[in-house]
C-alpha cells in the first residue's frame, strides 16, 4: 500500500508539473500576442480599402465594361483565335499612343538591335 501510495504521488506531482508548465506557455502566448488588435486600426494603409470607384480591370461604370464585354464577344465570333489577338493588338496601340515613354523592354531591345546592327 505504501508503494501504491509513493507511485500516485509521483503521478500526480508529473501532471501538475506538466499542467503547470502548459498553463504558462498559454499565459505567455496570451501577453505577447495581445498586440495584434494594433492592425484593425482605420488608418492604416493596410486596412483601409481604395477610395477610386473603379474596379479591378479599370472601368467604372457598367456601361463601359458592357461595352468591353460586346467588343470581346464581337472578337471571339468572327474568329475565335484572330479575333483576340487583333483585339490585343487594337489594345496595345491604343495604350501606346497614350503612353508615348517607352519602357525599359523596348529601350533594351532598341540597344541590343543596334548592337546587332553594327556588327
Known amino acids: ?3 501504491f501510495l509513493i507511485i500516485f504521488q509521483r503521478r500526480i506531482g508529473t501532471m501538475l508539473w506538466a499542467f ?3 498553463t ?3 499565459l505567455g502566448n496570451l501577453l505577447l500576442v495581445n498586440h495584434q488588435a494594433a492592425l484593425a486600426a482605420s488608418d492604416t494603409p493596410l486596412t483601409t480599402p481604395p477610395t477610386a470607384e473603379k474596379t479591378e480591370l479599370g ?3 457598367p456601361q463601359e465594361k458592357e461595352e468591353a464585354y460586346e467588343e470581346a464577344t464581337e ?3 468572327k474568329d475565335p483565335k484572330k479575333g483576340v489577338e487583333k483585339l490585343y493588338d487594337e489594345e496595345m496601340e ?3 499612343e497614350s503612353q508615348p515613354d517607352k519602357n525599359v523592354l523596348e529601350k533594351a531591345k532598341e540597344v541590343i538591335e543596334g548592337i546587332t546592327n553594327n556588327d
Open 94 to 96: 491604343k495604350y501606346k
Open 24 to 26: 504558462l506557455i498559454n
Open 75 to 77: 472578337a471571339l465570333t
Open 59 to 61: 472601368f467604372s461604370s
Open 1 to 3: 500500500m505504501p508503494q
Open 20 to 22: 503547470s508548465l502548459i
